[in-house]
């Protein structure tokens, strides 16, 4: 598989009126194309602030880290925002939908930053997105009718639209209920399958156990970096029934 | 992000958020609609001033006895008696003026039985009517023949026509004015009013008349029609009257003459003047209101962007870049003024209208006027506003961290 990204030496330090509170304290990670991998740890582990680094929605104190082979160290604020509008894309425990937009509209919004998407063509992408986690009789509903489960489809609709080389799910599952969380977790194990890159970030061991992959991440560094294919294979497969 | 995007995405947002959306605009919509609506007055009134002012001709010029105060403001002494007969009968010989008609008040009370009006009572030249362009309504006005024979004849203006006549016919029958008897020989039309004076309430009888009676070896008014232009007559009248009444005035102090000559390019400049007073006094309105309004539409994107901490986080999230973020803030604030200040628009002239309407009532010659130049100039100001209010809470929004908004509570 090729090359998705590449960390050296992450380091993340926040500073607050001079007192630097160092998060990461040198992450050094691959990650190719197509995989599913977990990030876990118990909170104040650094793992939601690695995924904002590597969603391009932060940037790393020291270290490198390439992007399809690119350093992005140096990139200005507008880069950025052009790599999350195009390449990497986030779902959120929270949804962050728009409520009173329908789901449609929560799921064109993404192309409204998209460059490459021509404003005749959105709402075929939105469709199709809509339609890949299963919620098209719902489309013109507004967000705010819409059960968690559903909202979190949409968000992962939302996430697809642009069709982007990268998926961040953000405990995805945190403010479900197991059935709802379940019927979430499937879909994107759906898209893994259709040939998305995946990263999950979670503390819940079931959620992470969908991953063929799983990076602990303890006080600012990797702990385990295990491949679990077969034990997740097995896991789903018991979840299932 | 397109331009289309921008105007889609703010209308959106401002839909959703209706009832804020429009309590927000109030204060540029009060705010345009006044000044449309005052500045569609301001114009009706200068029209209203302009028909009096042309109702006399470009050509026609006034002559008061008195001497011009300062500032412009013109004050005549009543009972001044500079404007002798001898001076007119040298008027009548400048080859600038074509015709001169000079005017002597009577006093006492206009009666027909037991109905009395306090009509004025003008002594006029004949020359008077056509000055004015004036016409008879019923029967005829007084001639030069009247003049010559002093005759007891009478003219009535509508309005003294009504009270003493009603809708019975006036013509050949008989009203004492002061002491003496009148026959009543026509009826003027209706003039209106003319210089802020009602000149439907007046009787003319002959000059020669009113002379006789009063004694008065001067004119209270005189009205004249220059041939040509008004410059050189106006030059003419005053280089004669200075001196023959020993006047000297190179610097053409109105201070020291001792006459006043009125004309109607005068009362247009008079006009103009009031209209830029008028303008200066709507404009302050309308940058105090929109200034108010302005502040309003700040305070409420201020808390707007606050509101929706977490949908820019997620809009940046998904590629916003700042600039898309503060053009989206800012294409809403200037939506809501640009909105405003129609809807504002729309209302000014409604309330306008409707003003003209009742106006028309008490003031034959009101018509609905607009001031389009203040129409466009508040709603273009309007949405200047929205551009210089909103664009302090736009890029509060367009700099909020991606991550700490996502985790707004």
Known sequence: MASLLSLKGLHKSYFNEEIETAVLHGIDLDIEKGEFIAIMGPSGSGKSTLMHILGFLDRPTTGTYHFLGEDTAGKNDDELAAIRATKVSFVFQAFHLLPRATVLENVLLPLLYHPGIAPADRENYAQKAIASVGLSDRATFFSSQLSGGQKQRVAIARALVTEPELIFADEPTGNLDSASGLQVMEVLEKLNQAGHTIILVTHERTTAEFADRIVHIKDGLIESDTRTHERRRAGADVKLK | ?409
């Open chain 2, 1 to 409: 992000m397109h331009f289309s995007d921008l105007l889609s995405t703010a209308s959106k947002s401002l839909q959703r958020n209706i009832a804020k959306s429009t309590l927000t605009m109030l204060g540029i919509v009060i705010g345009v609609g006044s000044v449309v609506l005052m500045s569609s007055v301001g114009a009706s009134m200068e029209k209203v001033i302009l028909s009096q002012i042309s109702s006399l001709g470009s050509r026609s010029m006034v002559i008061f006895p008195g001497s011009e105060q300062e500032g412009g403001a013109s004050q005549v002494f009543a009972g001044h008696d500079s404007l002798t007969f001898d001076d007119i009968e040298r008027l009548e010989q400048l080859t600038t003026i074509e015709s001169v008609a000079p005017i002597v008040f009577m006093s006492g009370p206009v009666k027909r039985g037991r109905e009395e009006s306090s009509a004025q009572i003008l002594g006029a030249h004949p020359n008077f009517f056509s000055n004015q362009n004036m016409e008879a309504a019923e029967g005829r006005l007084l001639d030069i023949y009247d003049n010559d024979r002093a005759a007891r004849f009478a003219v009535l203006g509508p309005d003294v026509k009504e009270e003493l006549f009603g809708e019975s016919d006036p013509l050949g029958k008989e009203i004492t004015v002061g002491d003496s008897s009148f026959t009543v020989v026509g009826v003027a039309q209706a003039l209106g009013s003319q210089f802020f004076q009602n000149a439907d309430d007046r009787v003319y009888v002959p000059l020669s008349v009113a002379r006789q009676a009063t004694g008065q070896k001067y004119a209270n008014y005189i009205t004249m029609l220059a041939t040509a232009s008004f410059d050189v007559a106006f030059a003419d009248v005053q280089g004669l009257l200075r001196d023959r009444h020993k006047i000297e005035n190179p610097e053409d102090d109105p201070e020291k003459d001792d006459f006043i000559v009125h004309s109607s390019e005068q009362a247009n400049a008079i006009l103009s003047s009031v209209s830029l007073g008028l303008t200066m006094f709507i404009t302050t309105v309308a940058a105090i209101s929109l200034l108010v309004g302005g502040i309003g539409i700040m305070n409420i994107m201020l808390v707007t962007v606050t509101e929706r901490t977490r949908e820019i986080g997620l809009r940046k999230a998904i590629g916003a870049r700042p600039r898309d973020i503060l053009l989206q803030f800012l294409a809403e604030s200037v939506a809501l003024t640009l909105l405003g200040g129609i809807i504002g628009l729309v209302f000014g002239l409604v309330f306008a209208y409707l003003i003209a309407i009742i106006a028309q009532s008490f003031l034959s010659t009101y018509v609905f006027a607009v001031s389009v130049p203040s129409m466009v100039a508040s709603v273009v100001m309007a949405a200047l506003t929205g551009i210089v209010f909103g664009i302090s809470p736009a890029r509060k929004a367009s700099l909020l961290d991606p991550v700490e908004s996502l985790r707004y509570e």
